[in-house]
């Protein structure tokens, strides 16, 4: 589960989660797990952190007063209960959500973990002080108030469901920090803690050597039960090479983040079970809808039906991608496949397309209109082999469409960089790119279509804005209804696909490999380190 907040660009580069194993044997004696990891970590402190960052610190170190189970719900962690309307916890109006903490909750050091806790880390989250890579949704709350010590309250300005999956919950990316450690700053960008965090999780951080490892130790007060596990020792690798190296050779025993493309080869280790690992998240191809070249969206179906996408996406990812479903890993559990199915490849209609839109054939065959040639580029990350494999399939395929596909591949960092930085997304300099992306739990797609989500006020990279979509995700947003929220998301689903500002192509997925003998890793699950605490070594 991962996200900028969880849908945001750090998290929908979507490298590296997380690489879980034991190492030695002496290792293994000691319930010791080596979990490899691609790249350092900006901080510890989650309020700093974005996508894959907080997916591996948070679960092992901090704690959300919700978070998620395995099939993608969500459910209680500080809290006691998730808040509904029938339980009391979501007032009648919509505007004023209660949560009750569970006893015995401590902090790592012994301090008791309280409402005051909940309460200082949202009024950091709100600090223009501090640095935190979004305030989405938590700007929409008036107020968050604590009766007692086990009584967090929040008064919304307007009803707004996402609360539930935003208000340090996975979406939002923010765990609870500890007010009697971090009191007194005037911004955390730079305390002590944030290279040796006091957490509630399951482990605490012993040592952070920068570039080279992360030591954690068993926290026996966690308030789940302490960990099975009495180390975790994270290990910064430089690549999904690296990774696969060191899993062959057993100094890395296991993997969440292993390239799709790699799955076989994890299948042929001795010892290792190795499966594919859906990820809630999208690969799409998406249109800047504001560049003239694919402003008309007979040119973007037209592109969409010259491509034979099953079979481009069935070769780029060695066999174990497919279009089919694709959208699933966009919408969430409101897909509907009835609505979102992918345009059919159709060489002639496509054909058809580009001649209405007045893009005709010149000598050679390439389309031109008013001079300029159907040149449109393509963006991606070069890192990423299943995006590579794709660019150059679609490339091909598109040429004998008489569009002449230019590919533009970037190192991730400058692909998700700002726009002042050089970055092509927020920049807004591509015609077409190959996003892949993860997904908020809360079906509210307003953050992607949102027409005042243009960069630089937000992440609609599409510039895509379409007034039925505003009002239905807004709809979606007032009501804690999951049929009436299924219903706004049809229109969205309805408007997106007649309009293609992006097509879905292949739900998001990594290769899984662990030892046979370790149990408690779940590749299905949406936070997948969630359970780590109770994982153990069978012999």
């Known amino acids: 589960m991962l996200k900028y907040s969880f849908h945001a660009l750090g998290a929908a580069a979507l490298v590296a989660v997380c690489a879980c194993s034991h190492g030695a044997s002496s290792s293994r004696a000691n319930d010791r797990l080596v979990i490899g990891r691609i790249g350092d970590f900006q901080s510890l402190n989650p309020l700093l952190l974005q996508g894959s960052d907080t997916a591996t610190i948070v679960p092992l170190v901090f704690s959300y007063l919700l978070t998620v189970d395995r099939d993608g719900r969500l459910a209680p962690d500080l809290a006691q209960a998730v808040p509904t309307i029938a339980n009391g916890g979501i007032s009648g109006d919509g505007r004023r959500i209660t949560y009750r903490l569970r006893q015995g909750a401590v902090w790592q050091d012994g301090e008791r973990l309280t409402s005051a806790d909940v309460a200082f880390t949202f009024r950091q989250v709100m600090n223009p002080r501090n640095n935190v890579p979004s305030r989405d949704v938590y700007d929409q709350i008036a107020a968050v108030q604590t009766p007692d010590a086990r009584t967090v309250v929040v008064t919304l300005r307007t009803p707004n469901s996402a609360v539930l999956s935003y208000f340090f919950a996975p979406d939002g990316n923010y765990a609870v920090l500890p007010q009697h450690v971090l009191k007194g700053y005037s911004d955390l960008n730079h305390a002590p803690f ?35 596990m009495s180390e975790i020792l994270v290990k910064i690798l430089a690549s999904r090479e690296t990774l696969l190296i060191e899993t062959r050779t057993h100094e890395i025993g296991a993997t969440f983040a292993g390239s799709i493309t790699n799955l076989e080869d994890y299948q042929r280790i001795r010892g290792v079970h190795a499966e594919k690992s859906p990820v809630y998240g999208a690969a799409m191809v998406m249109f800047n809808t504001r560049d003239p070249m694919v402003s008309d969206a007979r040119v973007r179906r037209a592109i969409i039906e010259a491509a034979d996408l099953p079979r481009i996406v069935a070769q780029a990812s060695h066999g174990t991608l497919t279009v089919a479903g694709a959208a699933r890993g966009f919408y969430g559990p409101d897909y509907d496949a009835g609505i979102t199915a992918a345009p059919r490849y159709d060489f002639n209609a496509a054909n058809r397309l ?49 569009v002449s596909l230019v590919l533009r591949p970037y190192p991730e960092q400058l692909y998700a960089a700002p726009a002042d930085a050089g970055g092509p997304l927020f920049g807004g300099r591509f015609q077409l790119a190959l996003l892949q992306i993860l997904i908020p739990l809360d079906p509210a797609t307003n953050y992607f279509l949102g027409c005042d989500r243009v960069p630089p006020k937000g992440f609609n990279l599409t510039r895509y804005c379409n007034g039925t979509v505003d009002r239905a995700n807004a709809a979606s947003l007032r009501t804690y209804d999951p049929r009436k929220r299924a219903v706004d998301s049809a229109i969205v689903q309805r408007e997106v696909a007649r309009n293609l500002p992006f097509l879905p192509v292949w739900q998001q997925a990594n290769a899984a490999a662990w030892p046979d003998d370790l149990a408690g890793p779940d590749p299905s699950a949406f936070l997948i380190l969630g359970n780590v605490a109770r994982w153990r070594y069978r012999n």
């Not at 040592?207 to 080279?212: L, N």
Request: aromatic share 10%.
């Open 354 to 402: 580009l001649d209405e839109a007045g893009w005709r054939r010149s000598v050679g065959g390439a389309r031109r209109r008013g001079g300029v040639a159907l040149a449109p580029s393509f963006v991606y990350i070069q890192s990423s082999p299943e995006a590579e494999d794709f660019a150059v399939l679609l490339q091909a395929e598109l040429r004998r469409a008489g």
């Open 194 to 228: 944030n290279g040796m965090p006091v957490g509630s999780g399951p482990f605490r951080v012993a040592e952070w050597t920068r570039g080279d490892h992360l030591r954690l130790v068993r926290n026996d007060r966690y308030f789940r039960g302490a960990p099975l």
